[in-house]
């Protein structure tokens, strides 16, 4: 029982230093899809935010020579921001990119 709390309790604090990165994670996942809501032509999926997610993880120069592990995490919050507006703004019409800025803020 002792092994088992001990294995939660870790659980838990693992869990605790990457809620910051869910939470941008579900922020940028449903900014996106709230765009449905401002134009029936903007429906984006699942799929593409994984592809952006993936991308900003494995292909990001900023993260090149951090290892310190809360910094890490907290250029790849930032640049999930960053990466799913210069993917997605282009796809939107004028008057609507700064809206979306907005929401992703």
């Known amino acids: 029982a002792a092994e088992s ?3 939660m309790r870790e659980v838990a604090d693992v869990s605790a230093v990457y809620a910051p990165l869910a ?3 579900s922020a940028v996942y449903f900014a ?3 765009l449905a809501g401002v134009h029936f032509l903007y429906q984006f999926s699942l799929s593409l935010f994984f592809d952006i997610f993936r991308r ?4 990001n120069a900023r993260l090149d020579g951090v290892t310190d592990h809360a910094r890490r995490l ?3 919050a930032d640049e999930l921001f960053r990466a799913t507006y ?4 282009r796809s ?3 008057e609507d990119r700064l809206s979306f800025a907005l929401h992703l803020a």
Not at 86 to 89: E, L, P
């Open 56 to 59: 900003v993880l494995l292909r």
């Open 5 to 7: 709390d001990a294995v």
């Open 23 to 25: 939470a941008a994670c």
């Open 32 to 34: 996106l899809q709230n």
């Open 92 to 94: 939107l019409r004028t």
């Open 74 to 76: 907290r250029v790849v």
């Open 86 to 89: 210069a993917r997605i703004a």
